[in-house]
Each structure stands twice: as C-alpha cells, then as structure tokens.
C-alpha cells in the first residue's frame, strides 16, 4: 500500500492520491499534464488596440467600450458617461 499523496496540477486542484498503483498514479499525472497543456494552448481572444475613430471600433464589432476596457478612449465617449461608442 502506497502513503496518501497530493498532488497539484497547474490549474490549482489538488488531486488525493491515496492507495493507488504505480500505472494509476501515473495515469493521473499524465492526465493533469495533458489539461495543463490544453489550457495553456488555448487561444485568448484580443482586440485589435485603439480605434482612430468609433466607425473604426463598430467594424470590428466593438460597441459599448467601458472605460475599464483598455481599447477605451475619452474622445470615443461624447456624453462623458465612462462608455465610448455607445450604440
């Protein structure tokens, strides 16, 4: 019988190993290795940067850019409400 482990995959879950065989301890680990892969390889959506104007920004399907966005920029947002190109 093999000591109670835990183990720690990149995502931060901790995996209980308890009384497991060798081939099972190494199923898990190549397991969290392999989802630790296909997280890191997934593609992160980005916007194209700052727009020279809202017609710039609304072709790209951009709408409503809060002011914590950073493709927000003051001249985009004509009422002063903290949202550029409101639509």
């Not at 109670?4 to 995502?11: D, K, S, W, Y």
């Not at 890191?40 to 980005?46: E, L, S």
Request: proline letters at 5%; one cysteine or more.
């Amino acid at each position: 019988m093999l000591p109670e482990a835990l183990l720690f995959c990149q995502l931060g879950e901790q995996v209980k190993i308890s009384s497991l065989g060798g081939n099972m301890i190494r199923t898990v680990v190549i397991a969290a290795v392999i989802a630790a892969a296909a997280v890191g390889g997934m593609p992160v959506a980005a916007a194209s940067g700052k727009y020279a104007n809202c017609t710039e920004a609304h072709q790209d399907g951009r709408w409503n850019i809060p002011q914590s966005d950073p493709d927000y920029w003051a001249a985009g947002d004509r009422d002063n409400d903290g949202i550029a190109c409101e639509g």
